[in-house]
């Protein structure tokens, strides 16, 4: 007789902007990032609405957003922003929070849209949303690298 254990929880990365956040969530195996879209931030009580509803049907157990750094490892211009976005995720929901180095993804966000001929107009949205599966697909492979050497 085959045993089943509880699935593993999903991982939810953000990319956070101050109109809008890009979203991507990786499989219950932790092993691969898919898109989620982007949500246009609203009014508080929207924004924890929209969270709960997205953790909740995901069953996530771990938050990961984009930690905006400058190339020299200083923070940036978004990084208090980003922060209290992230103690506000924490206070709502209690679910563990990772700061993630993003540097250089919206440059290869920017580069995979224009690979792909995606119109400016469209492009602020899907750049979050890639912006936050290339974070994801990141933590996810540093993860997998510690399991390995562990």
């Known amino acids: 007789m085959v045993s089943r254990s509880k699935p ?10 101050e109109k809008w956040v890009g979203l991507a969530i990786s499989d219950p195996l932790q092993l691969t990032a898919q ?9 508080e009580e929207e924004n924890r609405l929209f969270f709960a509803e997205v953790l909740k049907k995901y069953e996530v157990s ?3 957003i984009g930690w905006p750094l400058k190339m020299n490892g200083q923070p940036g ?12 995720l924490k206070k709502n929901f209690g679910l563990p929070i990772v700061l993630w180095d993003e540097r250089l993804t919206t440059r290869q966000a920017q580069a ?8 400016a107009t469209e492009g602020k949205k899907i750049e979050h949303t890639l912006v936050a599966i290339l974070i994801l697909e990141s933590f996810l492979e540093r993860k997998r690298l510690n399991e390995v050497s562990s």
């Not at 593993?8 to 902007?17: E, M, P, S, V």
């Not at 990084?79 to 103690?87: D, G, H, Q, R, W």
């Open 8 to 17: 593993l929880k999903r991982i939810l990365a953000i990319d956070y902007g």
């Open 35 to 43: 898109p989620l879209g982007s949500h246009c931030l609203g009014s």
């Open 62 to 64: 771990l938050i990961v």
């Open 77 to 88: 211009n978004q990084t208090n922003l980003v922060e209290k976005f992230a103690e506000w």
């Open 112 to 119: 995979l849209m224009h690979e792909q001929k995606i119109k």
